[in-house]
């Protein structure tokens, strides 16, 4: 049985795997209050909820990213090759990120860029938390009903439109001579226009604005359900505000700062749009790398294990980051 093939019945093992542990909790579960999933549900949706599920999980998430990590240790072969006895197993994909087969030295060109994403991506989520953070306290703890009902749909309205079409919009008002650098010009603040795409500036603000509402939503939800009357308590034995929201309001809210920047920070690591239209001539992003192996080179394999790295990599420093600010996994997706 090929590698490739091997990957569809590990789903079915994992189904086994949690099935069985699903009837040992049951039947260890003595509370007779307690009722079932069909019980709770209904037949019908209960088994539509399965299925919907299921389909997500195994042919949407599971199936793909499995494939991806075999196809990532096979070398990159013609079809009519693909099952052969050239089609063997090797490490020579992730070999080809650190070390360059045209130099024959270390391939700097593929780490940096590696680096590089994940710094950028790393200050964007710093920019959205520091942008959302204040407006999604004022919209949980302080603004009025109508108020908050304004500010979420004028933060909601401009994310009907696509994301490739504001990463546009958003080039022509920071080109040379768009909009923004006309303004300025105009007033005086600047003689010569301002290279807002060339130094970068634009690929920051464009991954802040396309994942904004990824952070405000689980800073609100998580704002929102603190009791006022902590806030007035500790406004009422004088602590100053930046000792309300350092002692209060964050360490509550710390699973919603965690999933926001979570989310954020995945979703700007693997963005491929708004690089391409608000990043410098000499910036290299790295899922505009993998896009080039699996699209322009036809180089699956190798862009299969260039995706497993940037997924590894994204995964490692979130459980890190977790496990130093003391948030659990399960805390960040309640």
């Not at 108020?147 to 080039?171: D, G, H, Q, T």
């Not at 603190?226 to 964050?250: F, S």
């Amino acid at each position: 049985m090929s590698s490739r093939a091997f990957v569809f019945i590990i789903p079915v093992i994992i189904i086994a795997i949690f099935w069985a542990m699903a009837k040992i909790e049951y039947r260890n579960n003595n509370d007779p209050t307690r009722k079932g999933y069909f019980e709770r549900n209904g037949k019908v949706l209960g088994i539509a909820f399965i299925v919907l599920v299921a389909f997500w999980t195994l042919f949407l998430v599971g199936l793909p990213y499995l494939y991806m990590i075999v196809e990532s240790f096979h070398p990159q072969l013609p079809p009519s090759k693909r099952g052969g006895p050239d089609d063997i197993l090797t490490i020579a994909q992730y070999q080809s990120f650190v070390l360059s087969k045209h130099t024959e030295g270390i391939n700097w060109l593929h780490i940096s860029s590696l680096g590089f994403t994940i710094f950028v991506s790393i200050v964007v989520t710093a920019l959205n938390f520091c942008i959302c953070y204040p407006l999604a306290y004022y919209m949980a703890q302080a603004g009025a009903p109508q108020k908050v009902r304004l500010l979420m749909l004028c933060l909601i309205v401009p994310y009907w439109v696509n994301e490739i079409l504001r990463a546009f919009s958003l080039r022509l008002l920071l080109a040379s001579k768009g909009l923004i650098n006309q303004v300025l010009m105009w007033s005086g603040f600047t003689d010569v226009p301002i290279d807002f795409l060339g130094n970068n500036t634009g690929l920051y603000v464009g991954l802040s604005y396309a994942y904004l509402l990824v952070m405000m939503f689980p800073l609100y939800n998580a704002i929102e359900s603190l009791d006022k009357n902590q806030i007035e308590a500790a406004r009422d034995l004088g602590a100053p505000w930046w000792r309300i929201h350092k002692d209060v309001v964050i360490p509550y809210a710390k699973p919603g700062i965690a999933s926001g920047c979570t989310m954020v920070f995945m979703l700007s690591a693997g963005s491929l749009a708004a690089p391409q239209f608000l990043g410098g001539p000499r910036m290299l992003w790295f899922t505009a790398i993998i896009y080039d192996f699996f699209f322009q080179n036809f180089n699956w394999a190798r862009g299969a294990a260039y995706a497993f790295i940037l997924l590894a990599v994204c995964i490692a420093l979130v459980m890190l980051l977790l496990r130093l600010f003391k948030v659990s996994l399960g805390e960040t997706i309640r």
